[in-house]
């Protein structure tokens, strides 16, 4: 089984619509990311979190929420989304090395 | 301002065949250097990571040279395979109180046969 698993894997929807993407891990890891892709250019940093009590804002955080349920659960919601968000979703775990381990991504696009 | 750039943009070689990505950065103060594999549409597999003190690591067929004084790296595929077709993103991770991860656009290899 993968250590790191996201939900849904591709996803259409529509401008305004509430979207919920979920990360799930098994490696263990304390620190969770979530990063968007947009063609020719690197990934950016959206949310991060050390530990369940931890959220830190990223570089590009507006329009997007998250949420810590546990360790091995972090999930991120565009509360209206909005076509700019179409994109390729990652999460990805680390340990305190610092090493990041990346789910498989979730196309998102949005009309 | 931090930034990380990679040369060439896109590569093409024939399997069988050694290559060798560039990655220049100017982030500071440095922690560590790392490459990244990704295959299209899947998420980025870690490949290396180096600190200031080490000059090269290997990963089987990938060599990454790291010289921190010319702030300069290179990652080197080594007989060349056709699942070798990926991008490669160099990432280096600034030190201090605003730690954070900055990413290069990756080349993109194709492996012919």
């Known amino acids: 089984d993968a250590d790191v698993t996201q939900t849904p894997r591709n996803r259409i929807t529509k401008t305004g619509k509430r979207i919920m993407l979920e990360c799930s891990q098994t490696k263990g890891h304390d620190r969770m990311y979530w990063y968007r892709q947009d063609p020719g250019l690197g990934l950016q940093l959206i949310y991060y979190?050390?530990?369940?009590?931890?959220?830190n804002k990223g570089e590009i955080s507006d329009g997007y929420s998250v949420s810590r349920q546990a360790q091995a659960k972090f999930s991120l919601s565009l509360e209206s989304a909005i076509p700019n968000q179409t994109a390729l979703y990652f999460c990805?775990?680390?340990?305190?090395?610092?090493?990041?381990?990346f789910g498989p991504g979730t196309r998102l696009t949005v009309l | 301002k931090n930034q990380v750039e990679q040369s060439p943009q896109s590569l093409i070689i024939l399997e069988g065949k050694n290559c060798t990505l560039q990655?220049?950065?100017?982030?500071?103060?440095?922690?560590?250097l790392r490459w990244y594999k990704q295959d299209t549409g899947r998420g980025p597999v870690s490949l290396t990571i180096m600190t200031f003190s080490e000059n090269t690591k290997s990963n089987g067929r990938y060599t990454a040279t790291l010289d921190a004084d010319t702030k300069q790296s290179s990652l080197h595929i080594t007989a060349s395979q056709l699942s070798d077709s990926a991008s490669y993103i160099c990432v280096v991770a600034s030190a201090g109180n605003n730690r954070k991860l900055i990413w290069g656009l990756g080349t993109s290899l194709a492996v012919n046969p």
């Open positions: 990655c220049n950065y100017t982030v500071s103060p440095f922690s560590n």
């Open positions: 990805a775990t680390s340990d305190l090395g610092g090493e990041q381990f």
């Open positions: 979190s050390f530990d369940v009590k931890d959220i």
